[in-house]
């Protein structure tokens, strides 16, 4: 399966994406290790462009032929990108299931933009206002969306893995 997640810097995609990969057992793929290991790697400076992404659809479609459950972690802000989770998913026969990630408390999502410090050398944070300033195209179709400023992450996932499997059975 072929767990996409996608929302705003700072709205806590990678925290639930660990909590998740960890109680479900599957492998995390972040488009933002790989953008910064190119940035790092001095083949691509600051634009990486599209390069992350089609190696995390890459790396995802391998995972998934081997019957690995993926949590696809991204902002993923644009229907061209969402759409190209979607074939990885349907390329490797795999069922998926897209969750957007929000903070609906608006003051806190700005303190976590502005306080957190990046776990990954080299990677420059986003500030505030780029967050505010990123373009981040409608949904054509309902995620299952997931607040976190409702809790804390533990039950968050607990939520959020049952409603997963509902989204599975509704559609098999």
């Not at 997640?5 to 925290?15: E, I, R, V």
Request: proline share 4%; aromatic share 4%; hydrophobic share 40%.
């Amino acid at each position: 399966m072929l767990i996409i997640l996608s929302g705003l810097p700072g709205t806590g995609k990678t925290t639930i994406a660990r909590h998740l990969a960890a109680r479900m057992d599957a492998t995390h793929i972040r488009v933002d290790t790989i953008e910064q290991a190119l940035r790092s790697s001095g083949t691509l400076k600051d634009d990486v462009g599209p390069a992350g992404y089609a190696i995390a659809y890459a790396v995802s479609q391998d995972n998934l032929r081997l019957g690995r459950t993926i949590i696809a972690d991204s902002v993923n802000p644009l229907q061209i990108t969402r759409d190209a989770w979607r074939s990885v998913a349907q390329r490797s026969l795999s069922p998926s299931v897209e969750i957007e990630v929000i903070c609906s408390d608006r003051d806190e999502h700005r303190r976590r933009v502005e306080t957190r410090h990046s776990d990954i050398e080299g990677l420059k944070q986003p500030t505030w206002q780029d967050v505010v300033d990123r373009r981040y195209d409608s949904w054509d179709h309902p995620p299952i969306v997931v607040d976190t400023a409702l809790g804390d992450a533990d039950n968050i996932v607990t939520d959020l893995i049952a409603r997963i499997r509902r989204a599975q059975s509704a559609s098999a």
